[in-house]
Structures are given as structure tokens and as C-alpha cells.
């Protein structure tokens, strides 16, 4: 029984695999494209200069550093985070959401972290 659920999984990845993969990479393009369209049509709601792709970058870099901050600090921990900021204005640091559903972003409180999990107790009562 156990070899037949072997082969059936080896059947099943080899005629889905190849076809997820390709789907999977259009959608990100997809996204990322929309992503970058909406930031060089947007104005900052603070400044009002418009965000351009160097905002999407400046947000890929924060986010990559923090994420490189939390594998320094716990190197075994396997994460599984929620990325919000998709876009930061250039000019004075405001702080954007991307919302597919109106393809246009949505400014983040500054009191609001990247993550609830400071707030969440880590002894149980």
C-alpha cells in the first residue's frame, strides 16, 4: 500500500510540477509589474512627490535587512512572516501597503510594527 501512495506522488509531481512552477513565476511577474505601475502613479500623501520604483527598492531593502537581523539572531528558527511595507517614499519615509484589490497603496501607521508577536505573552499563565 505504502509503494502504491509512493508512485501515485511521484506520478502526481512529475504531470503537476512542471506546469506549477511556470504559473506560480507568471503570477509573481504579474504582481510585481502591478506593483510597479501603481508606485510610478502614485503621490506620496505626505510630500506629494510620486514614489517611483525607488521606493519598491527601498522597501525590498529594509525588508531584507530585517530579515537578515532575525537569522543573526535566531539562526535555527524557521519564520513565517507577513511582509506589509511594499513601499517607502524616497523623499520623507512614509511607509505604504500595496492593495490588490484597488491596485493602489494604502499608507501604514507608524505605531504599528512589522510584527504582533512582541505584544503576544511568552509564558503561558
Do not use: N
Not at 7 to 36: T, W
Not at 50 to 66: K, M, P, T, V, Y
Request: charged share 25%; aromatic share 8%; net charge positive.
Amino acid at each position: 500500500m505504502r509503494r502504491i501512495a509512493a508512485i501515485f506522488l511521484a506520478i502526481v509531481l512529475l504531470v503537476f510540477l512542471p506546469v506549477i512552477i511556470p504559473v506560480v513565476a507568471l503570477l509573481d511577474r504579474a504582481y510585481r509589474k502591478q506593483l510597479r505601475a501603481a508606485a510610478c502613479a502614485f503621490a506620496c500623501l505626505s510630500c506629494g512627490g510620486i514614489l517611483g520604483l525607488e521606493s519598491i527598492r527601498f522597501a525590498d531593502a529594509q525588508w531584507d535587512e530585517h530579515l537578515r537581523e532575525l537569522r543573526e539572531k535566531y539562526p535555527s528558527t524557521r519564520f513565517r512572516l507577513v511582509r506589509h511595507v511594499r513601499a517607502i517614499c524616497p523623499a520623507c519615509g512614509v511607509r505604504y501597503a500595496f492593495s490588490e484589490r484597488e491596485r493602489t497603496f494604502v499608507q501604514i501607521r507608524i505605531d504599528r510594527g512589522l510584527s504582533a508577536a512582541d505584544d503576544v505573552p511568552r509564558t503561558l499563565p
